[in-house]
């Protein structure tokens, strides 16, 4: 079992986090997690914080030489801006965060509390986890792209670069949705034998867990409710050369929580960023007198950069199940059991 845990405060010391289950003998350098690391920052409409971090990742643990010993890989990201202990409080919740929810549940009087944590800045922790799983899954030419569909109901460039501008303008923020592609990965990953063990449910809690993902939607998703059934099903075919093809893919690559051997395609949205420059209403936590949200430093719109961490979510889930199906202790050894499995279907 492939399992990650991350911790640290956005604006604390650092960000780190334990990976555990991958196989021995995989070759990983910093440099390709630091490439990762570099896309989730980017993107148009980041705000100034993420001019302030450049996350450069170190590898405490989990490597000799640079090679995996399957034991667990711990990952440290420094923050440049740590000023945790001297940052102001924080007493007007911000609609669209954890911060009212969080300060109830936990009996804070500081939003800040709340704030530090449930902040997206933990995604640079996972995407690290998620860039390594990446490097895994090269092993068995399995890639996964993204892509910006819409940005504020935008889908060309120009316009959405326009469009941020106009929202820079009007201090507000937006939202768009993106896609996923994980091409090369072979049939038989997930199962329906158990709720729990399906690839789609799977992959869309890992979606949905990204902060600000409201949606999520595989193959044609939601453009089924209005098909009939004969428009909508992929159908199947064999050529000697080939095996069992299909010449549509509305599926998504997924059929009853297993990966059918078509490309999986994953389509997100994400809502406009809940930190406003003109803030809504709110409520003085301690006063209960109305007042207006809290502004923080912040971003205007980071579709891209939910985009590369769906991406490091997809490629989580998919070495997850890829170990499941193959093995997990030696590299060389899964390579048999692939090598062995496809011969099987061929
Ligand atoms: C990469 C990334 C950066 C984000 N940056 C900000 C930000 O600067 N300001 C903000 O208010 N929300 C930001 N968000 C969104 C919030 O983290 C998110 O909306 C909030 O935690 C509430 O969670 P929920 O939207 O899933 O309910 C960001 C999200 C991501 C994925």
Redesign the pocket.
């Known amino acids: 079992m492939l399992r990650y845990l991350t911790a640290g405060e956005s604006h604390g010391k650092a960000l780190v986090a334990i990976l555990e289950g991958l196989p021995a003998g995989l070759r990983l350098e910093p440099e390709r997690i630091n490439k990762e690391l570099k896309r989730?920052q980017g993107g148009l409409g980041r705000?100034k914080?993420m001019q302030i971090e450049s996350d450069l990742v170190q590898i405490l643990s989990g490597l000799k030489n640079s090679i995996t010993l399957a034991s667990p890989i711990a990952l440290f990201i420094e923050n440049k801006d740590s000023s945790i202990e001297k940052l102001h409080k924080v007493f007007s919740p911000?609609p669209?965060?954890?911060d009212l929810a969080g300060v109830l549940k936990y009996g804070f009087s500081d939003v800040r509390n709340v704030l530090e944590r449930?902040?997206?800045?933990e995604?640079a922790a996972r995407v690290g986890c998620g860039a390594i799983c990446k490097i895994f899954l090269d092993e068995f030419k399995i890639k996964i792209f993204s892509r910006v569909l819409t940005l504020g109901g935008e889908s060309d460039y120009q316009s959405m670069r326009e469009k941020i501008y106009e929202a820079m303008a009007k201090k507000d923020?937006l939202g768009g949705i993106f896609e996923v592609v994980a091409q090369g990965a072979p049939v038989g990953l997930g199962s329906y034998v158990q709720p729990d063990r399906r690839l789609d449910g799977r992959l869309a809690q890992a979606m949905v867990s990204?902060?600000?993902?409201?949606a999520v939607e595989f193959g044609l998703g939601f453009g089924y409710a209005d098909r009939f059934g004969s428009e909508a099903h992929d159908p199947i075919y064999y050529t000697k050369g080939k095996g069992f093809i299909r010449k549509s893919n509305n599926a998504g690559g997924i059929e009853g929580g297993i990966s059918n051997g078509q490309d999986i395609v994953i389509r997100a949205c994400?809502?406009p960023?809940?930190?406003l420059l003109k803030p809504l209403d709110s409520v003085d936590i301690k006063t209960k007198k109305s007042s207006k949200a809290a502004v923080?430093?912040?971003?205007i719109c980071?579709v891209e950069?939910?985009a590369v961490?769906a991406e490091s979510a997809c490629a989580y889930i998919l070495a997850d199940a890829f170990l499941e199906k193959f093995g997990s202790d030696s590299l060389d050894d899964i390579k048999l059991n692939y090598r062995n499995y496809l011969k099987r279907l061929r």
């Open positions: 989730r705000g914080r911000r669209g965060h954890a449930a902040s997206a800045r995604t923020t990204i902060p600000g993902i409201k994400m809502k960023i809940s930190t923080e430093r912040s971003d980071v950069a939910a961490i």
